[in-house]
């Protein structure tokens, strides 16, 4: 194995719909991130409770290439960086190589975890001086960076208003909703605006209350988040970050630049992306 890769154990799990769950692990105390990067993490079936011992199943019914191989696959860590364990959300791809084995994961199994943190999707990437309201739009598991920088209190020193925009099929996939505005009174409580905190729910795919349903790029384009969130998008006052579909990344692009907007390059520009396939 190289290095950089140690073995971290689970320490909590949360299922939030038969597709998507939560989970912590014990952090290495020599792994250091950025709020808003990225991991390696790799399973293998061999170390999961749930081929050895619970579920009847033996390693006939695992495939060959995944008892030989740990499979890895990026994740985004919602944890801040001073916490003690790290945090993921994960979506469950029913024949995915990597979620349909992770899904199986309980408290005291192990990952791998690649310890060189990966990404650019940080706030640092803005040079300064810093224009004063930061957009965060996510749609599904894309939340995850955004929530590690929601709870640097640097991000709500730096910016006057901060809006986070995040776009599921249905509630129940709205999953962190009580973590958000707990973070909204805790960390509002420490800064001179309360409200800086903007939170959007976006659920395209069925009416919810107070939620927003259409998608991301048409609601840009006219005007309907701007005006919920109370404030405009503009070249001079404006950072935009967007994580997750990279449809949803692409589409949003083009809406951001129709308005006047232009890509973040070499620390200079409104919007910096990630896509997560
Ligand atoms: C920089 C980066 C960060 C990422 N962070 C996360 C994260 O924090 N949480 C997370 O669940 N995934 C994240 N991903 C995606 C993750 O790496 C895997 O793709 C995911 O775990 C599925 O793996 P798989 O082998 O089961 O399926 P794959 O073969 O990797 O994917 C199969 C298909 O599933 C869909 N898909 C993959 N990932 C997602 C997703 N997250 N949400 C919705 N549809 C998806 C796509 O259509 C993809 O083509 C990230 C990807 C990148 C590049
Ligand atoms: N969610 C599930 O129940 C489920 C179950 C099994 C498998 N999967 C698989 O998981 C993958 C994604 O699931 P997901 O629901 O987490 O992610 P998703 O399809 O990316 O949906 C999350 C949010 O992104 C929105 N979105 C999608 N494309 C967009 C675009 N071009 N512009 C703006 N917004 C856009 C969706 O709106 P819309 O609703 O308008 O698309 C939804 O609000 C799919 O490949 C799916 O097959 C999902």
Redesign the pocket.
Known sequence: MSDNIQTVTVLSKTTWTPNLFSFTVSRPDSFKFTAGQ?VRLGVNPSRLKYYTEQSGKSDADISDEALDED?F????IISSPFDEVLE????V?PD?????Q?QHLQVGDELLLNTLP??FLTLARYQKPLPKDLWLLAT???L?PFLSMLQDLKTWEDYEHIVLAYSARSLEELAYVEKIESLQADFGSLVENPAKLIFIPIVTREPVEGALTERLPRLLLDGTLQARAGIDLDIETTHVMLC??PDMVDDTKEALKSLGLVMNRRGEGNIAV????
Do not use: C, D, M, V
């Open positions: 990225f499979i696959r990026a994740y985004s993921f959300f994960s979506i791809i995915g190589a990597f979620t349909s992770l990966f990404g599904g598991t894309g995850a997750g579909n990630e896509n997560y396939w």
